[in-house]
Every structure is written in structure tokens, then in C-alpha cells.
């Protein structure tokens, strides 16, 4: 069973930054996509950012321009580095993991982000 940790959430005033991290439990390589999504208080899970094994990359469109997603292979991590931050992008991030051959689908326990106005 994959495993995916995150850790880097905390509490940031608007306007700031934060990096969040994603360790994995195996080479990354193997995984189809990696994705950061965000579940905000009364609302549905948003995927927010997706790396694929390549090496494109996909925001949603509330994060384009403020939010970069990466990965470092050699560490089996993946990042989201966060900056120009709103209230709005308040919510717990959680990290999912994607394989299509086997099939997988992996999260992490998620990392509160909380952004003051």
C-alpha cells in the first residue's frame, strides 16, 4: 500500500506563502499523476494542482499564476509552493496519488491551511 504524508500547513496571513510537501512511500515514478486537492469547509473536494509522471502540469483556475506544483523524484516529494494567498484557499490540502497500471488511487490524512484576513 502506497503511503502519502503531507506536511508545511499551518496558519499564514493573506498575501503570504507557504510550501506544502507530499512524501511518498515509493518511487513517484510509478505513479501516473500526482495531485494536491483542497477540501474548504461546506464545500465539495477541488482538485487544485496535478503533476504527471512527465511532468505536465494543471490548476484550477481560482490558483493559476499564484500556486506551483513540482516534484523531486531523488525524494519521492511532491510540492505545492503557495504565494500571493487568500482567505478563500483556507481548507485542509490533501495529496493523492494516481497509478492506471496496476490501478491506485492514494491520499494522504490532508494538512490544514488556514489564510487571515
Known amino acids: 500500500q502506497v503511503q502519502l504524508v503531507e506536511s508545511g500547513g499551518g496558519l499564514v496571513q493573506a498575501g503570504g506563502s507557504m510550501r506544502l510537501s507530499c512524501a511518498v512511500s515509493?518511487?513517484?515514478?510509478?505513479?501516473?499523476?500526482m495531485c494536491w486537492y483542497r477540501q474548504a469547509p461546506g464545500k465539495q473536494r477541488e482538485l487544485v494542482a496535478r503533476?504527471?509522471?512527465?511532468?505536465?502540469?494543471n490548476y484550477a483556475d481560482s490558483v493559476k499564476g499564484r500556486f506551483t506544483v513540482s516534484r523531486d523524484n531523488t525524494k519521492n516529494t511532491v510540492y505545492l509552493q503557495m504565494s500571493s494567498l487568500k482567505p478563500e484557499d483556507t481548507g485542509v490540502y490533501l495529496c493523492?496519488?494516481?497509478?492506471?497500471?496496476?490501478?491506485?488511487?492514494?491520499w494522504g490524512q490532508g494538512t490544514q491551511v488556514t489564510v487571515s484576513s
Open positions: 515509493e518511487n513517484i515514478d510509478r505513479l501516473t499523476a
Open positions: 493523492n496519488g494516481v497509478r492506471i497500471i496496476p490501478r491506485g488511487d492514494y
Open positions: 503533476i504527471t509522471r512527465g511532468g505536465s502540469t
